[in-house]
């Protein structure tokens, strides 16, 4: 008796190690997804947009497909950072959103999504992410003109670009994060409780760390609902980081939230916007 329990312990303290070991080793795959689709679905025309596709190329000689969606009467520009899986083209219902509250649009796919070279990594997102502000700001946006937006993992990535422009003195007229989480290691920590997955990770991107550095307007967003980011995670972002700040809470699923909360969603941002930028509500222009 006391063999067969020493056996079954030992076999389980194997698949737990391997499970660990599997976790360490692939724990890049588990975050990026470029291959939940590679292939561009639709293009802004499906939408009725004006779109012009743009190429842009990385400090480390990459080059990124982006899209640039702008505005019959711009108020400002959205720097669009999306999330872990999929393209630029899985983004037209945001873009849409976006055009409406009066928003040109540079969308762009990281390295290794979509139609863009190379392959993702945390150092090599906010190497994307510059890229992105440099096309901008090369196109005549002056940084007062420029909101920085990312949803989940884009949020990060919005977050680390927004705070190293607090360096160089170019703070962005606001920069709104949906559905951030804290960190990769504390996201993992709370998703797998039952493995050292703080201790595990090596990929980092410390959004909470990143807001206490941003000192333009900043609006968090996030959904109760949310099965993949638990609200907890936007919530400890939104208090770590500097006035001033906003809190949207929002309803549905990580996914669908921004479709689900309409028009509170739209209207919200509308509001930020406002402020952010100065300028009066699209429904009174």
Known sequence: ?????????????????????LMWAFQERLLYLPNAGREHIATPSDRGLVWEAVTLTTEDNVALDAWWVPAPNPRASLLFFHGNAGNISHRLESIAQFQRLGLSVLIIDYRGYGRSEGSPSEAGTALDARAAWQWLRDEGNETDEIVVFGRSLGAAVAAELAASLEEHHAAPAAVILESPFRSVPELAQQLYPFLPARWLARIDYPVESYVTQISALLLVIHSRDDEIIPFAQGEAVYQAAQEPKQLLEIQGGHNTGFLD??????????????EAVGLASLNQE
């Open 261 to 274: 909360s309409e028009p509170t969603y739209s209207e919200s941002i509308d509001a930020f916007l406002r």
């Open 1 to 21: 008796m006391a063999r067969m329990m020493a056996k079954t312990v030992l076999s389980l303290a194997i698949i737990y190690a391997l499970l660990v070991a």
